[in-house]
């Protein structure tokens, strides 16, 4: 067991990020220039380095009871090569660790790469496929909200990049379901408020969120329930190893765990760039083969297995075998919802 607690983990990434990455941006090295002398090692591993987070250990491909920061890279360089300064063992008595993974990129779906049928729906809830009015792809409902000083009215809640893609915040622009192709597609609501998603931001935001307010009859034919499980009733505090679970548009049910939390990086979104953001969820599938979540999940609610604790929202992936497996990034909830002042339906 770890002599050291979470929180002291948590204290300890974020001095290593303030202290000895504070000057480090992600930039892309190409593979030809991936080996050669010390020199070369080291502008290659500084700029290799693209996220930081706090989770267990990883141990010959087995995680450990033991936390850390973890530091992610888009490939490793031998320890030999580098200045050990750069990522030391321990940060104040706290392990590191490296872990290779690519640059995650958004989850939204692409109509003309649609994995699955999406279909018109006669009730609304998390988990099926909506899109912005002015969008060519689609992404997935996270649950509905009442809004402080908004009562009866009810709203959606779903990423930024799926209700205002390219950072298209104009208020009362239509959302429909499925998405807006086909003579079957409902306008269910408008688009109310989002946080705006900038590239090479250096301030990272918190999370990748949206809401958007039903529309008539839709307010009353919503509901919070996946699956037929009881109505998601509660905001969890994630931590690591927690199992999870997600119903998505695209892979519809599958299960994880948080890997890591506190997660600050950089994510790629189509029509904007590299956006950095901070404090996110890191979540692994079940096994390294198995993908948690696919192009069109954007917006997908985490959740415990029961789907009645709600931990955050899905806004982008990582799909790389090569590098380190299938993994997606999470916007935790609470601050979603204290952002936009909302509370469970």
């Known amino acids: 067991m770890s002599s050291y607690n979470l929180e002291e983990c948590r204290a300890a990434s974020l001095e290593f990020r303030k202290s000895r990455l504070k000057d480090i941006l992600y930039i892309p090295v190409p593979h030809d220039q991936r080996a050669g002398s010390r020199i070369d090692a080291k502008r290659v591993a500084r700029n290799a380095i693209h996220a930081i987070a706090v989770g267990r250990k990883q141990t010959n491909g087995k995680t450990t009871s033991s936390l850390c920061v973890t530091v992610f890279v888009t490939h490793k360089i031998p320890r030999r090569l580098i200045e050990k300064s750069l990522i030391p063992d321990s940060i104040d008595g706290i392990p590191t660790d490296v872990v290779e993974i690519g640059i995650p990129q958004s989850a939204a779906g692409s109509l003309t790469n649609c994995p699955r049928p999406n279909r018109p729906e006669r009730r609304l809830t998390p988990g099926i496929s909506i899109a912005n009015a002015s969008s ?116 519809l049910v599958t299960e994880g765990r948080i890997g890591w939390i506190d997660y600050i990086g950089p994510i790629s979104y189509a029509g904007v760039g590299l956006v950095q953001l901070q404090g996110q969820l890191l979540i692994r599938p079940s096994s390294p083969e198995q993908h948690f979540c696919g192009r069109g999940d954007s917006g997908s609610l985490i959740v415990d297995p029961t789907g009645s604790t709600a931990y955050g929202i899905i806004c982008a992936r990582v799909d790389d075998p090569e590098r380190g497996g299938h993994f997606c990034i999470a916007s935790p909830l609470t601050p979603i919802l204290e952002h936009f002042r909302l509370s469970l339906a």
């Open 136 to 251: 060519a792809g689609y992404g997935t409902i996270s649950c509905f909200c009442k809004k402080e000083g908004h009562d009866p009215a009810l709203f959606l809640l779903s990423n930024s990049h799926v209700l205002a893609p390219r950072g298209g915040r104009t208020r009362g622009t239509d959302i429909f379901q499925p998405n807006v192709e086909g003579d079957d597609s409902n306008p269910i609501a408008t688009l109310w408020d989002s946080v705006p998603l900038r590239a090479h931001n250096p301030d990272p935001i918190t999370f990748d969120a949206a809401i958007a307010r039903l529309v008539s009859p839709w307010h009353n034919r919503s509901k919070n329930e996946i699956c037929g499980q009881p109505a998601i009733s509660q905001v969890g505090v994630p931590t690591p190893e927690v199992p999870v679970a997600k119903f998505g548009a695209s892979t």
